[in-house]
């Protein structure tokens, strides 16, 4: 059998950011383009969940997180010039937004308030897939970046909308990355899932 990597986990409860939903399904001018099927900007387990840097107190208290990356560039990145647009994208979501954590529960965008909340892990050993095109060791530092393109064709991505643009685990390097979230405890090549063990949130 195929051993794996066991350890305490740790959680918080979180909520859908519905009005960073709503203003990216309005958003044209974006490096990642929209999509009218609110399918787009539902959360699926084991993705990226990202959180405003600034963003407005909740009535819950918790944070509003979201998994797409569809739109969320409030600046004009519809450009000629494709890698001009990803740096400016990338240089963004870098600004505004925060790695919190990995979702552990599903979560189904209405296009409403939503008021159900979710469940992202913070600690612990989590499996995830590498949807990079780089393959993943074990004791690699592993971050949270922003892909060139919308990752398609993986075996791993059930359910998941194929023009939904996200977050990816890849391990570190000289290129701009979001966050230092963890470190590999198993191998993975493109397309597979590897066992990840996430940093303390203050690491």
Not at 61 to 80: H, I, P, Y
């Amino acid at each position: 059998m195929k051993k794996k990597v066991y350890g305490p986990a740790f959680y918080i409860n979180c909520t859908f950011d519905s009005l960073a939903s709503y203003s990216a399904r309005n958003n044209s001018n974006c490096y990642f383009r929209t999509h009218p099927d609110r399918e787009l900007h539902d959360v699926k387990p084991g993705e990226i969940l990202l959180c405003k840097k600034k963003q407005a107190g909740s009535s819950s208290g918790k944070a509003r997180v979201v998994s797409f990356l569809n739109g969320l560039c409030k600046g004009d990145t519809n450009l000629e010039n494709r890698k001009e647009g990803y740096v400016m994208f990338n240089r963004y979501i870098r600004e505004h937004y925060s790695f919190l954590g990995v979702a552990e529960t599903e979560h189904k965008a209405t296009g409403k308030r939503d008021l159900q909340g979710l469940v992202a892990r913070v600690g612990g050993v989590v499996t995830v897939l590498n949807e990079s095109d780089e393959t993943i060791h074990p004791g690699a530092a592993i971050v949270a970046a922003v892909p060139e393109e919308i990752a398609s064709n993986l075996s791993g991505r059930k359910g998941v909308h194929p023009d939904k643009a996200r977050c990816i685990f890849r391990e570190k390097s000289a290129k701009p990355h979001i966050a230092l979230i963890g470190t590999a405890k198993s191998f993975a090549k493109k397309g597979s899932r590897f066992e990840l063990l996430l940093h303390h949130r203050s690491y």
